[in-house]
């Protein structure tokens, strides 16, 4: 984790995370950051967060040799963590367990 916040976010997705045995449903908000050359240069990185359940708020990053290759790793590493949360409970979006997000990156 990392101590920053995800600036220039270009993407945003709320989803719903329901605690195992609990009737509480508690958002999730997952936001992409713009690709950048920056830090890890001539590498392009993406910051991304995921915030919720509760006050939790997890910031990481991808890095890629273009900012495409970034995109694609950045969806590998969101679903990483979303799977881990989903250990814990019911992870919904619009209803559907299906996040919407890339998977087979």
């Given amino acids: 984790?990392?101590?920053?916040?995800?600036?220039?976010?270009?993407?945003e997705r709320e989803l719903v995370f329901r605690e195992s045995g609990s009737e509480l449903d508690q958002p999730v908000v997952v936001r992409l950051g713009r690709p950048h050359l920056g830090e890890h240069a001539p590498n392009y990185t993406i910051y991304y967060e995921i915030q919720g359940p509760g006050d939790a708020l997890y910031t990481y990053f991808a890095a890629g040799v273009d900012s495409?290759?970034?995109l694609v790793?950045?969806?590998?590493?969101?679903?990483a963590h979303?799977?881990?949360?989903k250990q814990g409970g019911r992870l919904s979006?619009?209803?559907?367990e299906d996040?919407?997000?890339p998977?087979?990156?």
């Fill in 68 to 70: 495409m290759q970034a």
């Fill in 99 to 101: 996040l919407g997000f």
């Fill in 73 to 79: 790793l950045v969806f590998v590493a969101v679903n």
């Fill in 1 to 11: 984790m990392y101590d920053v916040r995800v600036e220039d976010i270009v993407a």
């Fill in 82 to 85: 979303l799977d881990r949360l």
């Fill in 93 to 96: 979006w619009l209803d559907a």
């Fill in 103 to 105: 998977t087979g990156c």
